[in-house]
C-alpha cells in the first residue's frame, strides 16, 4: 500500500463553521470543501489557509521534494482588487501564488453550502490556487449564485471591504470542472475521483477518492430519508479505507417526517388564523425548496388565501436551477416534470420590503437562515416584538449569531447604537433539517460537523 | 476476440461482441436498432388514428441466430440504434443488463412509443388514395427477422429494465468493465469502451465532430485501446459534379442550406413541410432558422411526443455541449427553441387530428394555429405513418410549396414516391452531424488503436474509391463483412494477446491465514497459499480448500516456479552457453510470442508469457535449454 492516510481538518473539526478537511495519501493532498464561517467577521470566516504546509507535513516535504521548486507567481495572476487588503495577510504571511498548486492535487467541494464552499473564491482568487476544483453539475450553478448573494450583504450592506469580488466569484466558477453522479474523473495518474448521491440538498455528493489500494469517502452533508424533493443518500459498496462522515445530528434521533411535517404545517396554520406573521429564515436554496413545496401543497388542500412569500430576487433563479437539474431531484418530480413542475408554486410570490409592513397575516420564507444577517434579520427585528407572531428556526445556528441566541432563550436582543428588541412572538427550531441523524449514521468514521460532548457518545 | 454483424451496414447497428475477460468469456450485445430501410421501400402508408390490427413488419436482428441467453450485457450507443429492444427484452429469454445513458434512455423511450403510436398495433395499412398496392418486402429478402410491432406496454416494461449510466461511469460486469464517453451526435450518444485487465476494446457508432447541442466529442478515453470497431460506414461525401472528387461538406454548412430553402419559400409564400424526428437534428434546424429566418407566422412541430421531447430539452444542461452548459449555470435556459415557445413563435402539437383528409375536418386547435405560409416540422420522417403524410398530401399539390427531407437516412427519392406525382418543390438537404471519412480518419489517428475493424467498404481494396477508405497508421485493418440476406456470416475474429494475469478475490478466512514475505525491491510482497480457485460471473474468487480439496492439493508439488522468459534473458543465456546461430522472429499470429530458431541444431523454441515449446531432434538439446530456462529465467518460490 502507499501507507498512512493522514487527515488534516482546517475548519469544521468540532464546530458547524467553515468545513475544509486535507487528506494526505501518499503525494496526494485533496482539500475537501472549502467552507466559511457564518459566525465571524474577521479573518477567521476563512480557513487559515496559511497552515497548508505545516499541517500536511510529511506528505507535503515528500511532494516538494519531488515536484520542481514553486514558481513565481504567473504574470497574468491578477493582483487583490482595490479594497480588498487580504484578510489573512495581516495575520499570516501569505504563501506566494501557485504555491498551493504544488501542495494541493485538487479541491472537493461537497455541496454548495456556504459553509462548505464559501471560501473557494478566496482561496482561488485571493490565495492564488489555480489546481483542479470538482463539483456536481448543481453545485456548479447554485454555489456563485448564494456567493454573489452572501458578498452582497456583506460588502454592500454591512460595508465590509475585505471581501472577494463579484468578479472573483465568476473567475473562481470557471475553475470548476462539473461532474455527474458516478462519474469517474482521473485526476492524476495516480488520483481518482467520483461523486455519489447525497440527498442533502440538490448536487449535494458523496465523494470517493482512491489512490492506488487507498481510498476514502467524504460524506460532507448527507441524508438518508428521502424528502418531497430528493431522493436518500446512495454509494455502491466501495469499501473505503477510511470513512469521514458529517454528524451534525448525531446526538439525535429525529421524530419521523411525517410528524415533523405536520407538526410544522399545525403551527404555521394555527397562527396565521389567529392573524399572526409567521416567518421561516432558510438558506436561499435546499430546504427553503421542501418547505415551499409542503406549504404549497398544505394552502391547496386546505383552500387557504394567506399570502406566502420568498424574499430576494433568487426564487426565479432558484427555479430554474432546480428546473435545469430536476434530474438531481426525486424519481417521482423527475417523471412529472413535463405536467406539472413542482418548483412552479401557485401559492408563493416574490416579497416586496414595504409588505413586512402589512397589517394581517402573512407567512415570509428570508434568507438567511441563522439570523445572522440581511431580510430574515431586518424582518425579525420588525415582527419579534409581535405576541401572535411565529418564528420557526428550521436550520442549526451557529454560535455567535442571532438565530442561535434567540433559540437558546435570549429574551432581548442588543444592537450596537440601537435601540434592543424585546422577543415576544413564540420561537420554536424543528429539527427539520438535511442531515442524517443517529439512525443514518455509519458506526465507524472520522466525525465532522459537531461538538466535543457528542462526539463522545461516538467513542464509548 | 470475435465479433458478428447482425444487421446490414448504415442501417440501425447490432453487433454481437465475445472477448476473454476476467476468468471466462463475456458476450456483449453492441446496440440494438431497428432497420427502418424497408419501410421506405414499402409503397403503403399506415394511418395513425385509425385502425384494426398491425401490418407492417419491422426489420430487426434475428435473436434466433445467437444464444440470448449467454448474454452478459447490451450496451446502446444512442437513442436511434435502440428501437429492437423491446423485441429482445419482452421476447426472448435474455437476461442480460442492459446499459445505456441516462439521456438516451429518456430520448429512446419517446422515440419507441412515437414508433407505437405511428406504426403500432392500433394502426392498419391504409389504402393509398392514388392507386398504388401496398408493396411489403418479403420475409426472405432481410438479413434478420421481421416481426409486427411491439406495444406501447413493452416499450414501458423494456426501459424499467435498463440500467442508466452517465458519462465516465465505470460499470463492471462478467469480468469486463463498460464505460461510455461522449461521441457527440445526440443528447447522451456515446462511444463505448469495454476493457478487460489485459485488452481495451472501443465501440465507435456515429460520431460527430462538428460542434452543435451535445457534450463534444470525447477522444481522451479511448487512446491506448486494442481493437477498436466503427460500426458503420461514414454518411458519403459530397459530390458537386459527377466527374469531380467528392468533398467533405461542414454540417454548419447544410444547416445554411436548409434555412436558405426555408427563407426562400417562406418568402414567396409556400409553404415549407420538414419530415424529421421531434429531437436531435431539430434542435439545430430551429437554432439555425430562429438565426436566420424572420418567421411571419409561428413554427409548428407535430408529433405525439413533442411536448415530452421540449420538456426534455429543459433538463439535461448535463447533456449539452460547454456552450449550452454555461447557459445552464447561469442559470437560464440553454435551448434557443424554449424562448421561441416561450413568445409563440415555435407551437408543438401532438397531432394534426385530420380525420380524414379535407381541410374542412382539420382539429381546431391546430387549424388556429397553423397560419400559412409557414414551416411544420412532422413525422415520422419515413413518410409512412403520422402526419407528415396529411401535411405532405395538402402541401403537395401546390408548386409553392417545399418539402425538405433533412433526416439522415430518409433522405431519398423514395421516402416521398407514395405521395407523386407531386407538385411542390422537394429538396434534399441531409442535416447529417456524423463525421464522414476523413474526419472519422483522423479520429482514428488519434486514438492510435493497435487494430482497427472497419466495414470492408471503408477498407482499402480495388473497388473503394481512396476518399471513402479508412486507415490505421499504428496497425492492421481489417475489413468487416457485411451482413446479407443470404445468410453468410459476417463475423470477424481478432487474434489476441492471452491474459497474463487474472484478478480474483480473496475470501477473508483466506486472507486472514496469509503470511507475506518481501521480494525485495519496492512494494512486491508474495505469499504461498493452498486454496482453491472457483468462478462466478467470470469472477475468480480464492478461498480456504475443503477437507476434499485438501486431498488433491496434496498432489500438486511444493515448488512453483515464478515469473516468465524474458526474450533478452534468454538470449542472453544462450550466448553464454556458447550458441552463436541464432534467428529470433515474432510470431504474427499471436502478440507477445517470439520464435527463437538455433540454426546448428535446427531446434526450434517457442518464447511467450505463458509457455515456452521446444521443437527438436535431440533430447540432449532439449533437456539443456529447460535447464537453461529453469536457471536464468524463471525464479523458484
Known amino acids: 500500500g502507499t501507507g498512512k492516510i493522514r487527515v488534516v481538518p482546517l475548519g469544521a473539526g468540532q464546530d458547524v463553521g467553515g468545513s475544509c478537511v486535507l487528506v494526505c495519501i501518499g503525494k496526494v493532498v485533496v482539500m475537501f470543501d472549502c467552507g466559511m464561517h457564518m459566525g465571524y467577521t474577521d479573518h477567521r470566516r476563512f480557513p487559515d489557509f496559511s497552515s497548508i504546509p505545516e499541517a500536511i507535513g510529511v506528505a507535503a516535504a515528500q511532494a516538494q521534494a519531488h515536484t520542481p521548486p514553486p514558481l513565481p507567481p504567473a504574470a497574468t495572476a491578477t493582483p487583490p482588487p482595490e479594497g480588498s487588503g487580504q484578510a489573512a495577510a495581516t495575520v499570516a504571511a501569505p504563501l506566494p501564488a501557485g504555491s498551493f498548486n504544488e501542495l494541493i492535487t485538487c479541491v472537493i467541494v461537497s455541496h454548495f453550502h456556504l459553509d462548505h464552499c464559501g471560501a473557494l473564491p478566496h482561496f482561488t482568487e485571493q490565495r492564488g490556487y489555480s489546481g483542479p476544483i470538482f463539483m456536481t453539475y448543481p453545485t456548479k450553478a447554485v454555489a456563485p449564485i448564494l456567493l454573489e448573494d452572501y458578498r452582497k450583504i456583506t460588502v454592500e450592506r454591512k460595508g465590509d471591504n475585505n471581501f472577494f469580488t463579484q468578479q472573483n466569484v465568476k473567475d473562481c466558477m470557471n475553475k470548476v470542472t462539473p461532474l455527474n453522479v458516478k462519474e469517474l474523473i482521473q485526476v492524476t495518474d495516480e ?119 420568498f424574499s430576494g430576487g433568487l426564487i426565479q433563479k432558484a427555479n430554474v436551477v432546480y428546473t435545469n437539474f430536476i434530474n438531481w431531484t426525486n424519481q417521482k418530480i423527475k417523471q412529472t416534470y413535463h405536467k406539472r413542475n413542482v418548483f412552479d408554486f401557485k401559492h408563493i410570490q416574490p416579497f416586496e420590503r414595504n409588505i413586512a409592513e402589512n397589517p394581517g397575516p402573512m407567512v415570509l420564507f428570508a434568507t438567511p437562515g441563522m439570523l445572522h444577517t440581511g431580510l430574515s434579520l431586518d424582518v425579525f427585528k420588525k415582527w419579534a416584538p409581535g405576541e401572535a407572531n411565529l418564528v420557526i428556526l428550521p436550520g442549526y445556528c451557529s454560535p455567535g449569531t442571532m438565530g442561535n441566541a434567540v433559540l437558546n432563550g435570549a429574551k432581548r436582543l442588543d444592537f450596537e447604537g440601537r435601540p434592543s428588541i424585546d422577543v415576544r412572538c413564540t420561537v420554536i427550531a424543528l429539527s427539520f433539517s438535511a442531515h442524517a441523524d443517529a439512525k443514518g449514521l455509519p458506526e465507524q468514521s472520522w466525525f465532522g460537523h459537531n461538538n466535543a460532548a457528542s462526539l463522545l457518545k461516538f467513542q464509548i | 476476440m470475435r465479433v458478428e454483424n447482425l444487421l446490414p451496414f448504415g442501417a440501425g447497428q447490432c453487433m454481437l461482441l465475445q472477448m476473454e475477460g476476467g476468468a471466462g468469456r463475456a458476450t456483449v450485445l453492441l446496440d440494438c436498432g431497428i432497420d427502418l430501410v424497408p419501410l421506405c421501400a414499402s409503397k403503403c402508408l399506415f394511418h ?96 434478420g427477422a421481421l416481426s409486427y410491432l411491439y406495444t406501447a406496454h413493452d416499450v414501458e416494461a423494456c426501459v424499467q429494465k435498463i440500467n442508466g449510466v ?105 409553404n415549407v413541410l420538414v419530415p424529421c424526428y421531434p429531437t436531435g437534428v431539430l434542435f439545430d434546424l430551429l437554432e439555425q432558422l430562429h438565426k436566420d429566418v424572420p418567421l411571419a407566422h409561428p413554427a409548428l412541430v407535430v408529433s405525439p411526443r413533442a411536448n415530452e421531447h421540449f420538456a426534455y430539452t429543459t433538463i439535461c444542461t448535463e447533456w449539452l455541449c460547454a456552450e449550452k452548459q454555461a447557459l445552464g449555470f447561469i442559470p437560464e435556459t440553454p435551448f434557443v427553441h424554449t424562448a421561441m415557445h416561450a413568445c409563440g413563435s415555435l407551437l408543438h402539437y401532438p397531432t394534426t387530428a385530420y380525420q380524414v383528409f379535407t381541410s374542412a375536418q382539420r382539429n381546431a386547435v391546430f387549424a388556429t394555429a397553423l397560419r400559412e405560409p409557414c414551416i411544420v416540422f412532422a413525422g415520422h420522417p419515413s413518410c409512412r405513418g403520422g402526419d407528415v403524410t396529411h401535411l405532405a398530401r ?78 490505421n497508421p499504428e496497425g492492421p485493418v481489417t475489413p468487416f463483412p457485411e451482413r446479407k440476406a443470404d445468410g453468410s456470416t459476417a463475423t470477424v475474429v481478432i487474434p489476441t494477446a492471452q491474459a497474463r494475469y487474472h484478478n480474483a478475490d480473496i475470501t477473508p478466512e483466506l486472507g486472514k491465514a496469509l503470511q507475506t514475505h518481501s521480494l525485495g525491491g519496492d512494494c512486491v510482497e508474495i505469499a504461498t497459499a493452498s486454496c482453491v480457485f472457483e468462478t462466478k460471473d467470470n469472477r475468480l474468487v480464492l478461498h480456504n480448500p475443503s477437507l476434499a480439496d485438501m486431498k488433491l492439493l496434496s498432489l500438486t508439488p511444493h515448488k512453483h516456479l515464478w515469473g516468465s522468459p524474458l526474450l533478452s534473458t534468454f538470449l542472453n543465456a544462450l550466448l553464454e552457453a556458447g550458441v552463436n546461430e541464432i534467428a529470433v522472429e515474432a510470431d504474427e499470429s499471436r502478440r507477445g510470442t517470439y520464435v527463437v530458431t538455433l540454426r546448428d541444431t535446427n531446434t526450434v523454441v517457442w518464447l511467450s508469457p505463458t509457455e515456452t515449446r521446444v521443437d527438436t531432434d535431440y533430447e540432449e538439446v532439449r533437456l539443456q535449454l529447460r535447464d537453461i530456462i529453469l536457471a536464468k529465467c524463471l525464479r523458484h518460490c
Open chain 1, 191 to 309: 488520483l481518482q475521483v467520483r461523486p455519489w448521491y447525497a440527498g442533502h440538498v440538490l448536487g449535494a455528493g458523496l465523494w470517493e477518492i482512491r489512490v492506488g489500494t487507498e481510498s476514502v469517502v467524504y460524506t460532507g452533508d448527507y441524508n438518508m430519508t428521502p424528502d418531497r424533493h430528493l431522493g436518500p443518500a446512495f454509494i455502491a459498496p466501495v469499501r473505503p479505507t477510511l470513512l469521514i462522515t458529517e454528524s451534525t445530528y448525531c446526538t439525535t434521533i429525529r421524530d419521523s417526517r411525517r410528524a415533523r411535517e405536520t407538526d410544522l404545517l399545525k403551527r404555521v396554520h394555527k397562527c396565521v388564523e389567529r392573524g399572526g406573521k409567521v416567518l421561516i429564515p432558510v438558506f436561499a436554496l435546499g430546504r427553503a425548496q421542501e418547505l415551499m413545496i409542503l406549504l404549497d401543497m398544505y394552502w391547496e388542500r386546505m383552500n387557504l388565501n394567506v399570502p406566502i412569500y
Open chain 2, 166 to 270: 452517465n458519462y465516465h461511469e465505470v460499470t463492471d460486469i462478467a469480468g469486463v468493465s463498460l464505460q461510455a464517453v461522449s461521441s457527440g451526435t445526440y443528447l447522451g450518444s456515446a462511444n463505448w469502451i469495454i476493457s478487460s485487465l489485459s485488452e481495451k476494446f472501443v465501440y465507435l457508432c456515429d460520431c460527430c465532430s462538428a460542434l452543435h447541442h451535445p457534450t463534444a466529442l470525447d477522444v481522451m478515453p479511448l487512446q491506448k485501446c486494442h481493437v477498436c470497431l466503427v460500426a458503420s460506414p461514414p454518411p458519403p461525401l459530397f459530390s458537386p459534379q459527377p466527374q469531380q472528387q467528392p468533398q467533405c461538406y461542414s454540417y454548419e454548412q447544410t444547416l445554411q442550406e436548409f434555412t436558405a430553402i426555408v427563407g426562400s419559400t417562406l418568402r414567396q409564400g409556400g
Open chain 2, 48 to 143: 395513425p388514428t385509425e385502425g384494426f390490427g398491425a401490418s407492417v413488419k419491422f426489420h430487426h436482428p434475428d435473436f434466433a441466430s445467437i444464444d440470448v441467453e449467454s448474454l452478459d450485457a447490451v450496451v446502446i450507443s444512442n437513442h436511434l440504434n435502440m428501437l429492437a429492444l423491446p423485441f429482445l427484452t419482452e421476447y426472448t429469454r435474455c437476461t442480460a443488463k442492459v446499459y445505456a445513458t441516462n439521456a438516451a434512455v429518456a430520448i429512446g423511450r419517446l422515440m419507441m412509443l412515437e414508433l407505437v403510436e405511428y406504426f403500432g398495433n392500433r394502426s392498419r395499412p391504409v389504402p393509398f388514395p392514388f392507386g398504388l398496392t401496398h408493396h411489403g418486402t418479403a420475409d426472405a429478402q432481410v438479413a
Open chain 2, 394 to 471: 395538402m402541401w403537395g399539390s401546390s408548386p409553392k410549396n417545399a418539402v425538405v427531407l433533412v433526416e439522415p437516412g430518409f433522405c431519398s427519392a423514395d421516402v416521398l414516391t407514395p405521395f407523386e406525382p407531386l407538385a411542390c418543390q422537394v429538396h434534399y438537404c441531409e442535416c447529417d452531424p456524423r463525421q464522414q471519412c476523413p474526419q472519422l480518419g483522423s479520429l482514428i489517428a488519434a486514438v492510435r488503436p493497435d487494430h482497427l475493424l472497419a466495414p470492408a467498404c471503408c477498407v482499402q481494396s480495388p473497388s473503394n474509391p481512396p476518399w471513402s477508405v479508412l486507415a
